[in-house]
């Protein structure tokens, strides 16, 4: 599989400035959108000019900044697009992300995931695979999308350049999450792609060395 094939774009979006990213095959003219933050029409108007089909909406996890355009994606299409969430954080999906318990008002939520994914299956746009690895500690069911071909990682709110996800909302654990950055994150070669849910991309070699949230130990030197 050829790398070319693979082109990613990200876009800001909501209330919390959310990365949403279109991960697209153009010889095959498909996309799909990785967290839907918000603003559906900006992200239909982005694939448009991809010239490509969407075909997926594929979620790290299911706060409601990070899902806030599904419903808005799916009215717009012709055909229902599958939507796939890990389970664990289904009850998070149904109490709209926890966006009542914060006054965040504005967008609807209408639709239900359509598919329950688990760690290690993989996801397809186009002839892109994607690996699914489950890792919790943000979220119960927070997962990262792992493209070995062109070394990246959509890693969500598990890690930001020089930072990590909070743990202080229901569901989080910070032992969890530190074990999921240990054993998902930096498992994979320094040189990959970190392209998180919030701020600029960074790479795992970077974070490793300079993360100042993962210095403790022997954390880095895994």
């Not at 397809?124 to 997962?143: K, L």
């Not at 600029?200 to 030197?221: A, K, S, V, W």
């Amino acid at each position: 599989m050829s790398i070319k094939k693979l082109d990613v774009t990200a876009i800001e979006l909501g209330p919390l400035q959310t990365n949403t990213y279109i991960l697209s095959d153009a010889a095959a003219g498909a996309a799909v959108v990785v967290d839907p933050a918000w603003g559906g029409n900006v992200i239909l108007e982005a694939i448009e000019r991809l010239h490509c089909r969407l075909e997926g909406i594929w979620v790290t996890h299911a706060h409601f900044d990070h899902i806030g355009a599904v419903s808005d994606l799916q009215a717009a299409t012709d055909a229902e697009v599958e939507i796939v969430l890990h389970k664990a954080d289904l009850p998070l999906w149904q109490e709209r992300g926890g966006a009542d318990r914060w006054g965040v008002t504005g967008y609807r939520l209408d639709h239900q995931p359509t598919r329950f994914i688990a760690h290690g299956e993989t996801l397809t746009v186009g002839a892109v695979d994607f690996e699914v690895r489950h890792t919790p500690g943000h979220s119960p069911g927070h997962v990262v999308f792992v493209n070995g071909d062109a070394g990246l990682v959509c890693c969500g709110d598990l890690i930001f350049r020089d930072g990590v996800g909070r743990t202080d909302l229901v569901g989080g654990n910070w032992e969890v999450l530190l074990e999921s950055i240990r054993s998902q994150i930096f498992t994979l070669p320094d040189s990959f792609r970190l392209l998180p849910g919030h701020g600029e991309e960074t790479t795992i070699g970077h974070e490793r060395m300079n993360n100042p949230y993962l210095q403790d130990g022997d954390l880095r030197f895994v």
